[in-house]
């Protein structure tokens, strides 16, 4: 049985800026980063058709999971492999360890106002 320290110590620490795509866009580069020694860098495209066409987890528009994804990149949680031309995202260290759970809320990067 799996205790409440342990089942909040495994989620994410909520910051008020983070959304449902962010989660799924770290959740989706995290797994592929398990399953492989050397992750891969996926297109926003790539990334979209895995979460929204194949498993359905979300609506939102494509435009949306790039805007995200710049995002995500700008705070360190991800991190653009290919900035001369179209973007290509992997996961960094630090968005693995916010994914999951094991970033403090006061280590988790802040937007800047």
């Known amino acids: 049985m799996v205790s409440d320290d342990?089942?909040?110590r495994s989620r994410p620490a909520w910051v008020p800026w983070m959304n449902e795509v962010d989660l799924l866009i770290l959740e989706f580069l995290e797994e592929a980063a398990r399953e492989n020694p050397d992750p891969p860098a996926l297109s926003v495209g790539v990334i979209y058709h895995n979460l929204v066409t194949l498993r359905e987890e979300s609506e939102k528009a494509r435009s949306t999971f790039s805007r995200r994804c710049q995002r995500l990149a700008s705070l360190g949680l991800i991190?653009?492999?290919?900035?001369?031309?179209?973007?290509?995202y992997r996961i960094t260290?630090?968005?693995r360890q916010y994914i999951r759970g094991e970033m403090p809320r006061e280590d988790v990067p802040r937007l800047e106002e």
């Not at 991190?79 to 290509?88: G, K, M, Q």
């Open 79 to 88: 991190e653009n492999t290919n900035a001369e031309r179209a973007p290509y």
């Open 6 to 8: 342990e089942r909040r």
């Open 93 to 95: 260290e630090s968005g």
